[in-house]
């Protein structure tokens, strides 16, 4: 999707530690949702913001929060790392609170040492 | 919650054929099923995506049929040319919804030349 950007592109982290990744679209976009894809594996549904709310949550604990701003920014936290939350991390902007149609940013690949 | 299964895992077809990959799902409240390309070190990228008051949908040399009685959903590529080498997922969800999508394992396609 055009006009999406996530930050950091590549991220080191060692266990234990807490990582805010971000992710940033063209105006209007008022829903948006995370997910992520492990090695050789297909994207997981995080959770889902709208209009600044979480409004659906995928099979994930709560130490993967998130936030989403005025300006449709939006971040995924996550607090005492393990190892197995390497991984590329997607953010899918949208329009409405229950788009369906998802285009993936470019992702962050975050590894936890 | 919805399950999605996906064969085969890997698939090697000679360039010129065509090529088939199978998804299942579970839950039948699902009602939207995009098909997503991923290329090495790349975002997936939606291809085609098809709804359940629809049977099939074409674009150019990929096309998706559905078969909601049987929960189960295919990708047809033909024509297979190399640039068509890549993983493919499918991916299930409740329209309207705020539940994210589900996603299948992949299939790696590999066209030989």
């Known amino acids: 999707e055009t006009g999406v950007t996530q930050s950091p592109t590549h991220l080191i982290k060692t266990r234990g530690q807490q990582v805010t990744l971000r992710c940033s679209s063209q105006?209007?976009?008022?829903?948006v949702s995370w997910y992520q894809q492990a090695l050789g594996q297909g994207p997981q549904f995080i959770f889902q913001y709208y209009r600044e709310e979480e409004n659906g949550r995928g099979n994930f604990p709560p130490r993967f929060s998130g936030l989403q701003f005025p300006n449709y920014s939006s971040e995924l936290n996550v607090n005492a790392l393990e190892l197995d939350d390497s991984a590329l991390y997607l953010c899918?902007?949208?329009?409405?609170?229950?788009?369906?149609?998802?285009?993936f940013g470019p992702g962050t690949r975050l590894t936890v040492l | 919650g919805e399950n999605v299964e996906q064969h085969p895992s890997t698939l090697s077809v000679q360039e010129g054929d065509s090529a088939v990959i199978k998804c299942t799902y579970s839950?039948?409240?699902?009602?939207?099923f995009p098909w997503y390309k991923q290329e090495l070190g790349k975002r997936p990228q939606l291809i085609i995506d098809?709804?359940?008051?629809?049977g099939e949908k074409k674009d150019q040399r990929i096309a998706v049929t559905l078969n909601k009685t049987a929960k189960h959903f295919s990708l047809h590529i033909t024509e297979t040319q190399p640039e068509d080498s890549a993983v493919y997922f499918c991916a299930a969800k409740k329209g309207g919804g705020a539940d994210g999508l589900t996603f299948g394992k992949g299939t790696h396609l590999i066209i030989q030349p």
């Open positions: 105006s209007g976009h008022n829903t």
């Open positions: 098809i709804r359940s008051n629809v």
């Open positions: 839950d039948s409240a699902s009602n939207y």
């Open positions: 899918a902007p949208s329009m409405g609170g229950s788009s369906d149609t998802q285009y």
